[in-house]
């Protein structure tokens, strides 16, 4: 650090080898300054002393002078006060700080700098403050002002105080309709209307869970929003409720219809199960994949409505054999269902005489017609 050598000092009278001499950090930022006093010249580190001779220096001295001032930091009061010291009879609040008595002028550094009995006196740090935005705006202006609270706090160098803020609100402007900033519970412009109450954001009602037209209704227009809804056919039905769309201009159902299977092939499993496997509405033979010619087995394989019109005989009475071989039964399909037959079989005819009770017992005992 450069020093320059000073003549005739018109403060400070050294009377000790060593003292330790207190910058202020307003002054000299995080240093301390340290005084070393050498046999014939001393250097004071720091922006307000630089080296001086011993011999140079007059005024005040440290310690008790003859006039009782006790006066140990040699800023010309005493403590206890006294009228001998060389600035009056005011007590030094800090006998061991140069830059604290009565004499100084108040900081704004939590320090009692003038030995008043408080500290910051005349500043207002502490109090509330506040910023705004658009800078120099006023509440209640035209296009909003947006007013952001912060604390008054001491300047660096203790001569004033600043207003310390959060995220100053920014004035933005509302809108236009449809605009992001319309959606997001904010007064960006500060005026007082936030999103939809807002001129700027108003616009026809759209479905999206917003009154758009600031009329007092959400989605006014759309009928059912919020009710229960089906989608599909078949296998395919889902249950849902109803919502808006996603370009808000209608409503839709919550949900998707299922995924559909086939229906088929004919006489396979899915044309029989009481199922709309496809989802078109159709359930097994009333779907066309399940249609085919008339089969004998009680089912409408053609849908025209008729079951099993292909066999005129069915259900009817039927008695094969004679005589005593004879059986009565009904028509019924065959396992392959493209035929009837007689559900009964004939009898195993016996031999009729030659001779004997058969040929006089009045029944065709071998079943060939003849009794």
């Known amino acids: 650090m450069k020093t320059t050598k000073y003549k005739k000092h018109p403060i400070l009278n050294i009377g000790a080898l060593n003292m330790p001499c207190r910058m202020r950090k307003s002054f000299c930022g995080a240093c301390c300054c340290v005084l070393v006093l050498f046999a014939t010249q001393m250097t004071f580190a720091g922006p307000r002393f630089a080296r001086v001779d011993k011999a140079d220096f007059v005024g005040p001295v440290l310690g008790n002078t003859a006039g009782g001032c006790i006066d140990l930091d040699g800023d010309g009061y005493g403590n ?72 008054k706090l001491c300047t660096l160098d203790g001569t004033g105080t600043f207003c310390l803020t959060g995220n100053i609100h920014q004035h933005e402007m509302e809108g236009p309709g449809g605009a992001a900033n319309c959606f997001n519970g904010e007064d960006d412009n500060c005026d007082g209307l936030t999103d939809h109450a807002d001129p700027n954001c108003q616009t026809a009602e759209v479905c999206n869970g917003f009154d758009d037209d600031n009329n007092g209704t959400v989605d006014n227009g759309f009928a059912g929003l919020g009710i229960p809804c089906v989608v599909g056919m078949g296998i395919c039905t889902r249950a849902g409720t109803t919502v808006c769309t996603d370009d808000g201009t209608g409503t839709r159902c919550s949900v998707n219809p299922g995924n559909a299977l086939t229906e088929g092939p004919i006489g396979g499993a899915r044309c029989l199960d009481n199922l709309d496997n496809d989802c078109d509405g159709l359930t097994d033979i009333n779907d066309p994949n399940c249609q085919g010619p008339e089969k004998c087995d009680g089912l409408d394989n053609d849908d025209n409505g008729e079951i099993d019109e292909a066999f005129p005989d069915l259900g009817q009475a039927c008695s094969p054999g004679l005589g005593q071989c004879q059986r009565f039964g009904t028509i019924v399909c065959s396992p392959d269902m493209f035929h009837t037959f007689c559900n009964v079989t004939p009898g195993l005819p016996e031999p009729e005489g030659p001779s004997g009770i058969t040929c006089n017992d009045g029944i065709d005992n071998d079943c060939d017609g003849f009794t």
Not at 82 to 102: E, K, L, Q, R, W
Not at 103 to 116: F, I, S, W, Y
């Open 80 to 151: 206890p006060g006294d009228s001998g010291c060389p600035n009056g009879a005011a007590t030094d609040c800090n006998n061991g700080d140069f830059f604290i008595n009565p004499g100084r002028p108040e900081l704004c550094d939590e320090v009692d700098n003038n030995c008043a009995g408080g500290n910051n006196e005349g500043f207002d740090d502490g109090d509330a403050c506040f910023a705004f935005d658009p800078p120099g705006c006023t509440p209640g202006d035209a296009g909003g002002c947006c007013v952001t609270g912060g604390t």
